[in-house]
C-alpha cells in the first residue's frame, strides 16, 4: 500500500516560510492517484489534528487555523503531497504528518516544525 516519508520540516522565525514534503513510497501512480490526502499535525501535548486536505480531483480544505497561510498541492507522477507554509506563527510548531484521509496508512515519522524568535 505504501509508507510515508515526511520531509522539509526545520525551525524558523515567525513569519518566515517552509514547504513540506509527503511520499508515499511504495506506492504506483494509479494507487497514489485516487487517495484523499491529508497534513496533520500535533503539538507537545496535544492531539493530532488535520491542518488541509486534497482529493484525488484536487479540491482542498483548510482548517481555520492555518487558512490564507497554507497551500496543500500534489503531484501524482511523483508520488507526493505538499504543504507550503507561509506567515509561520509559533502556534503551528508541531510536528507534521500526512496520511490518506479515509484508508490511513501506519504513520511515518513526521517532520518537525519550530517557529520560535
Known amino acids: 500500500q505504501g509508507r510515508l516519508v515526511e520531509s522539509g520540516g526545520g525551525a524558523v522565525q515567525p513569519g518566515g516560510s517552509l514547504r513540506l514534503s509527503c511520499l508515499v513510497s511504495r506506492a504506483i501512480t494509479s494507487t497514489f492517484s485516487p487517495m484523499h490526502m491529508g497534513w496533520y499535525r500535533q503539538a507537545p501535548g496535544k492531539q493530532r489534528e488535520l491542518v488541509a486536505d486534497i482529493t484525488s480531483g484536487r479540491t482542498t480544505t483548510y482548517a481555520d487555523s492555518v487558512k490564507g497561510r497554507f497551500i496543500i498541492s500534489r503531484d501524482n507522477s511523483q508520488k507526493k503531497v505538499y504543504l507550503q507554509m507561509n506567515n509561520l506563527k509559533p502556534e503551528d510548531t508541531a510536528v507534521y504528518y500526512c496520511?490518506?484521509?479515509?484508508?490511513?496508512?501506519?504513520w511515518g515519522q513526521g517532520t518537525q516544525v519550530t517557529v520560535s524568535s
Open positions: 496520511n490518506n484521509l479515509y484508508q490511513p496508512l501506519a
